[in-house]
């Protein structure tokens, strides 16, 4: 279960995510509040996991609060500026939701949360067992398993309910997969969803020039909407790391 605060200056706002986050079975609300000296309290005082922030806020806008106490939490900007996107990502958040938000759009947030609070229990378990550096596709060929390493990999086309996994040995290799199921078998720090048809080896991109990828050894690869937001925030956070 994944406990959620939401600090947000209009209380109808407040009621439309209560409901959403009610109607969600794995997301509980711990607490919402309009204030923001009221959110740091409820921060010390009880373990919130997921963080639903207006960025418009008096005091302090949301970028500000997460600039100051951010860390411990997982965030996900709501708001009605979109201008802000960039930057709410640079602060590495999880998502970042425009008002009005549908209740699908919230779901597609909510699940993006979930995996990643998934993935942070898998690492800690990875602690006590080997990591597997390879998957194993099904190949056209009945009965055929073939091994395809992580490090092979450049990157992959989603085709309806098959994928074309592209390696560096100019290898095509097609599965009976969707490109989501596959997405969750890959490791995220080396692996992003860049469109809803492609998922890249991020060591393999030399340049981004708009809503292209410029790849080694591989077409450009188109990325656009929320899926080069993610790619953006992703690389944003490699550059802090590596600084």
Known sequence: MINCL??????AAINVLTKYINDTPYLHLAGSTTSVPQAIELLK????DLLFLDI??????????VD??????QVIFTTAYSEYALNGFERSALDYLLKPIPFDRFLKAAEKALNYFN???????????PVDDFILVKTEHKGKLRKINFD????????????SIFTDKREQIVTYSGIGE?????????????????IVALRMINAIDGN???????????????????????LQKSILQNK
């Open 6 to 11: 939401i600090l947000d200056d209009e209380q």
């Open 45 to 48: 005082q009880q373990p919130i």
């Open 56 to 65: 418009q806020m008096p005091l302090l806008t949301g970028l500000q609060f």
């Open 68 to 73: 100051l106490y951010g860390g411990k939490v």
């Open 119 to 129: 993935r942070q229990t898998a690492a800690a378990a990875s602690h006590t067992r």
């Open 152 to 163: 092979e990999i450049v990157y992959i086309e989603g085709l309806k309910n098959y994928v």
């Open 182 to 198: 596959l997405e969750e078998r890959l490791p995220p720090s080396q692996f992003a969803r860049v469109h809803r048809s492609y």
């Open 212 to 234: 292209e990828l410029f790849m080694k050894d591989a077409p450009r690869i188109p990325t656009s909407g929320r899926y080069k937001d993610d790619l953006l925030a992703l």
